[in-house]
């Protein structure tokens, strides 16, 4: 059981390292964002609450939210996928 968990948290990580490594901008294609599962100072944009990537002062957040590979925010525990903007 205890593999499993740190298995688990080495994957999301991951998935949060090649999300932060890609600019926060306009979404990308195959990604989506994934809200209240970024950790403390690794969000990819600003919220209601600041106005920029990494400012985030909390882990899992309701607001925050990281860049995912599509299919994978529904998989995490907690992620929620942000809607987008309407026009």
Do not use: R
Not at 60 to 85: F, L, Q, R, S
């Amino acid at each position: 059981m205890k593999d499993n968990k740190l298995l688990m948290t080495a994957a999301l990580a991951g998935i949060l390292a090649l999300a932060g490594a890609q600019s926060a901008g306009a979404a990308k294609p195959g990604f989506e964002k994934c809200m209240g599962i970024a950790k403390a100072g690794m969000n990819d944009c600003g919220t209601s609450l600041h106005s920029c990537a990494g400012q985030a002062t909390a882990d899992n957040h309701a607001e925050e939210w990281v860049y995912v590979p599509d299919g994978t925010c529904n998989k995490i525990a907690g992620g929620t996928i942000k809607a987008a903007k309407k026009s």
